[in-house]
């Protein structure tokens, strides 16, 4: 017995695998977000979710992929509209021992846009050609069969002696950095930079993409206000938050559990309109600790749920507007995202945030009237369209898109938008 387990361990050798890292203890965990919108029939609509850099300089990006890597694309970010924006999934690994590993996502729907540290695979293989004429600034790309993959990463231990020093940091107010508060390993990679051969660390692997393909969940609201949400999926839905923000105050409701096919119907945005708003501090606090929960139910560790609702608390608890938080099931994550790690960790958790934002016919309604008074000149409804713009961001392009489809048909020249849209 002895005399197999040497040759075991020289034959793993000359692979170049240690013996001790054949026993992984390997703990990897996930999270992230998808983020589509949609009007009050529930159709998703394409919509432009580059228009603000959040991101760390150092990250990279199709346009600027790094050493050795071709870009994928050859227009500006403003040019990308899609279903959805799948936004900062970050992987971790727990291990009580220096590994190496490799790691591989599939994107079959979508395409990878960014990513952190450098991958030594990264590309789409598939991309539809641009027609003649083609505005970039309504292009809604559909590559598919996208992936990225990790080669020979370095896994060291947490707490490793000065190694929190050296992770790489700029002076902007990001929320990319309060993914790396958890307990997770470090991770270093041999080739990176601007020449490939810069080794880069970090405490997770981050990348983010986009596709046009639908979640689970389909959200309706009527004209009087009936809200409904429909599980459109093979599998539950838990972890269901109705939100509503306006100018600084919150409201919000639980929606419970979705089975499989199930459609829950009620006055949700009627019943959520008699509650009283909360202060933005107080509306973070309520529910923010009710997310954490949720994701903790789930399968993220403590700091791992925190880390994730004060990486997303900006976006989900300050932003004006009407939207569905829910927690997607794994088997949907699998499908979506096929992830390959080798070695193979002795426990994997993937837990995936829908986010729905809602563009209720009362928001259309609103805008249609500023955008018609807008067009016969009123100065203080174009002013109000300006403000609109500025509070919805990155979904003002989608609600002016049907706020337009309620005017009538008119030869008259709308109002210049173009640098909201």
């Given amino acids: 017995m002895k005399t197999l387990r040497l040759l075991t361990a020289l034959w793993l050798t000359t692979l170049g695998v240690s013996a001790a890292e054949t026993k992984s ?7 992230g977000t998808f983020t589509s919108v949609q009007g009050g029939d529930g159709v998703l609509l394409p919509w432009q979710p580059f228009l603000t850099p959040d991101l760390p300089k150092f990250v990279y990006e199709w ?3 790094g050493f050795g890597h071709q870009s994928p694309m050859l227009f500006l970010k403003g040019g990308i509209r899609s279903l959805q924006r799948m936004e900062t999934p970050v992987i971790y690994f727990y291990t009580d021992r220096e590994l190496t590993a490799d790691v591989t996502v599939k994107f079959p729907d979508g395409f990878i846009t960014e990513w952190y540290p450098q ?3 990264i590309g789409s293989g598939t991309r539809p050609p641009l027609a003649s004429g083609t505005n970039l600034m ?15 990463l370095r896994l060291l231990p947490a707490p490793s002696p000065g190694l929190a020093a050296q992770l790489p940091t700029d002076n902007s107010d990001n929320h990319y950095f309060a993914a790396r508060e958890t307990d997770s390993a470090f991770v270093r990679v041999a080739a990176g930079g601007t020449n ?3 080794p880069e660390l970090e405490k997770l692997l981050f990348y983010r993409g986009t596709g046009n393909f639908a979640t689970p969940l389909r959200v309706t609201v009527t004209e009087a206000g009936a809200l409904f949400v429909a599980n459109t999926g093979a599998q539950p839905l838990t ?3 109705l939100i509503e923000m306006r100018n600084g105050a919150g409201r919000w409701t639980e929606l419970g559990k979705l089975s499989p096919g199930q459609s829950k119907h009620g006055q949700e945005l009627a019943a959520l309109e008699k509650l009283k708003p909360v202060s933005l501090e107080v509306f973070s606090k309520q529910l923010g600790g009710r997310l954490e929960k949720a994701l ?3 399968g993220l560790y403590p700091r791992e749920a925190t880390a994730m609702v004060k990486t997303w608390s900006k976006s989900w608890f300050t932003e004006d507007g009407v939207r569905v938080l829910y927690i997607l099931p794994r088997e949907w994550t699998d499908a979506t995202l096929p992830l390959t790690l080798n070695p193979k960790p002795q426990k994997l958790e993937r837990v995936m945030v829908g986010r729905a934002e809602i563009i209720p016919p009362t928001l259309q309604k609103e805008l249609a009237g500023e955008i018609a008074s807008a067009k016969s000149g009123n100065k203080i409804a174009e002013q109000r369209l300006q403000d609109h713009a500025k509070k919805l961001g990155r979904f003002f392009g989608p609600a002016h898109q049907l706020a337009s489809q309620r005017l009538p048909a008119t030869p008259n020249k709308p109002i210049a938008l173009s640098k909201f849209e």
């Fill in 63 to 65: 346009q600027r992929p």
């Fill in 25 to 31: 203890d390997l703990v990897v965990h996930e999270w």
């Fill in 296 to 298: 903790v139910q789930s």
């Fill in 138 to 152: 309504v292009f809604a790309p559909s590559f598919t069969n996208s992936m990225i993959g990790w080669r020979n």
């Fill in 196 to 198: 490939g051969t810069t």
């Fill in 239 to 241: 972890g269901l938050f």
């Fill in 119 to 121: 991958a030594q695979q």
